[in-house]
């Protein structure tokens, strides 16, 4: 690790201010924010992060989960994920983001994990994280080992030949099934992204992961109401029971009704470049009965895309398996 000058924000303006000074907000950043650093300070001790200026923004009053005027819901950048997954309001109306996040890592992570943190995870990638290795993201125009290499674990939905990294995030797949929306601040002013845009794909540049610019600050999610009567659920396929990241993962929000599908959400994890959103899959629910032809061929849409490599072709039937499984499961009483 890397020399590095550690200070603390006392207010939302001070964090941007200190983030601005930064000529870029992706990879070899000069300035880096620190929440609970359980990504950020990994890649310190790897080299693969070596920001001069460390600015500790975890004591910004960015900390609450609130009911919203209109029945959705608000969520400070500073939540942790532990905290967040037993909230109420999470629990009661989110049911797929509970989940999504008690899947997520081991219990100590979850409760030093931000939201906001979590929305900003670097891929988990061997190469990546080895500054001994070829890596685009890392180093743009090094090349990519994984393409050749080790890619059991990588993307088969949103690759390029410049990077097949997977979006590590179990959070991140629930929020994009709940279409929220990220609100940021900067030194331009307030934003907010939808989710479905927060998000790159790797192209030519895998160094830029998302559409924050220096000095962007995020400061809360929101998720519009729930639809009434709607059922969530995230199924999580991994190597092992606890503490792994997903191979592959649903998240699905659907509503029933008079025996016809009235509403469908889906997300992939572990199979994309970003958080998987898939509309080809929610056509072909939409109107639909609920029964196996109909999520198969849901199933078939999401993953007709995939471009697998050499290890993780495996990853396409697993994903379709488990998001047959998750439709099956959230609609099986309605
Ligand atoms: Fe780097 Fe992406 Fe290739 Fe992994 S897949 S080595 S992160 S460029």
Redo the contacts with the bound molecule.
């Keep these: 690790m890397e020399l590095f000058q550690l200070s603390r924000a006392n207010s939302v303006s001070e964090a941007i201010a200190a983030g601005a000074a930064s000529t870029t907000a992706q990879q070899g950043a000069e300035v880096r924010l620190l929440a609970g650093g359980t990504t950020l300070l990994d890649l310190m001790k790897l080299n693969v992060e070596r920001p001069a200026r460390v600015i500790d923004i975890s004591r910004l009053p960015l900390d609450t989960v609130e009911d919203t005027h209109d029945g959705g819901v608000k969520i400070g950048a500073t939540v942790r994920n532990a905290a967040l997954a037993v909230h109420p309001l999470i629990r009661e109306r989110y049911a797929v983001l509970s989940q999504a996040l008690l899947a997520g890592a081991s219990a100590q992570l979850r409760n030093m994990a931000t939201t906001g943190g979590n929305l900003l995870q670097r891929?988990r990638?061997?190469?990546?994280r080895d500054t001994a290795?070829?890596?685009?993201?890392?180093d743009p125009g090094s090349?990519?080992?994984?393409?050749n290499?080790f890619?059991r674990t990588?993307?088969v939905l949103g690759v390029s030949d410049?990077?097949?990294?997977s979006n590590p995030s179990d959070m991140n797949v629930a929020l994009t099934a709940l279409d929220a929306t990220i609100h940021v601040e900067g030194s331009t002013g307030r934003r907010s992204i939808a989710i479905d845009d927060f998000y790159l794909l790797?192209g030519e540049t895998?160094q830029r992961e998302t559409v924050l610019e220096p000095g962007d600050l995020i400061t809360h999610v929101t998720l519009p109401p729930a639809p009434p009567g709607a059922r969530s659920l995230y199924v999580k396929l991994r190597d092992r029971a606890s503490y792994e990241f997903a191979l592959a993962s649903a998240a699905v929000v659907v509503k029933v009704v008079d025996g016809r599908i009235a509403h469908a959400r889906v997300a992939l994890g572990g199979v994309g470049t970003k958080p998987w959103h898939s509309p080809e899959a929610e056509a072909v629910l939409m109107g639909g009965t609920p029964d196996m032809a109909t999520f198969q061929r849901a199933a078939d849409a999401a993953l007709a895309g995939a471009k697998p490599r050499s290890q993780n072709a495996f990853k396409v039937e697993l994903a379709r398996r488990g998001l047959v499984h998750a439709l099956t499961q959230v609609t099986q009483t309605v």
């Design positions: 891929t990638c061997v190469y990546f290795m070829p890596c685009n993201k890392r090349g990519c080992a994984a393409l290499g890619n990588l993307a410049a990077c097949i990294a790797p895998p």
